[in-house]
T-cell receptor, first 118, second 112 residues
Framework: DAGVIQSPRHEVTEMGQEVTLRCKPISGHDYLFWYRQTMMRGLELLIYFNNNVPIDDSGMPEDRFSAKMPNASFSTLKIQPSEPRDSAVYFCASSARTGLSVGHNEQFFGPGTRLTVL | RKEVEQDPGPFNVPEGATVAFNCTYSNSASQSFFWYRQDCRKEPKLLMS???SGNEDGRFTAQLNRASQYISLLIRDSKLSDSATYLC?????????????FGTGTKLQVIP
């Protein structure tokens, strides 16, 4: 089975440019998470969706960041305009509610997108 | 105070040694706890959940202390392949809502 798919795997762009990161969750999973990882701050939850609806976006750093999930098999994270401090690895993860408390559900991570903003 | 705190390490231990990591959390409403493992330049992967009664999976033992608000991970008979960063995860969730917080990780290096 295919795991979580992210594209691109690497992105190098210049300050001020728009960046779009893409994620395809595991089929049948109804939760999708976007994370950002840096050496200084570790892994930070940016936003998560349940059944394509954004539930908590309190981790989105500022208005330059936006995320969408138009259907169950696709999500995007957009940064416009990008800044050097946005350089990080961005992970997408998905999970499925199993009937237990949702907090027990394993999150499956994609390979990440390594973003460098010059 | 950070919601989830871990000693960043690195912990350098010889093969065969026993090593333990702790992770403290600040929110007493936290409901579920996990350890994830992350290899260098790879994505995190679930290592094990942490149950109130403690649980064991082979050489790995996880424990939860709600009174003191910490979880621990014990690795016995360390292998070279155990070298990785271990992330503590705390979840506050009910119904369809969950707030997931990762610690910054503890780096383990097992030395031949």
């Amino acid at each position: 089975d295919a795991g979580v798919i992210q594209s691109p795997r690497h992105e190098v762009t210049e300050m001020g440019q728009e960046v779009t990161l893409r994620c395809k969750p595991i089929s049948g999973h109804d939760y999708l998470f976007w994370y950002r990882q840096t050496m200084m701050r570790g892994l930070e939850l940016l936003i998560y969706f349940n059944n394509n609806v954004p539930i908590d976006d309190s981790g989105m750093p500022e208005d330059r960041f936006s995320a969408k999930m138009p259907n169950a098999s696709f999500s995007t994270l957009k940064i416009q305009p990008s800044e050097p401090r946005d350089s990080a690895v961005y992970f997408c993860a998905s999970s499925a509610r199993t009937g237990l408390s949702v907090g027990h559900n394993e999150q499956f991570f994609g390979p990440g997108t390594r973003l460098t903003v010059l | 105070r950070k919601e989830v705190e871990q000693d960043p390490g690195p912990f350098n231990v010889p093969e065969g040694a026993t090593v333990a990591f702790n992770c403290t959390y600040s929110n007493s409403a936290s409901q579920s706890f996990f350890w994830y493992r992350q290899d260098c330049r790879k994505e995190p992967k679930l290592l094990m959940s942490v149950y109130s009664s403690g649980n064991e999976d082979g050489r790995f033992t996880a424990q939860l202390n709600r009174a003191s608000q910490y979880i621990s991970l014990l690795i016995r008979d360390s292998k070279l392949s155990d070298s990785a960063t271990y992330l503590c995860v705390v979840n506050i969730g009910s119904g369809g809502y969950q707030k997931v917080t990762f610690g910054t990780g503890t780096k383990l290096q097992v030395i031949p």
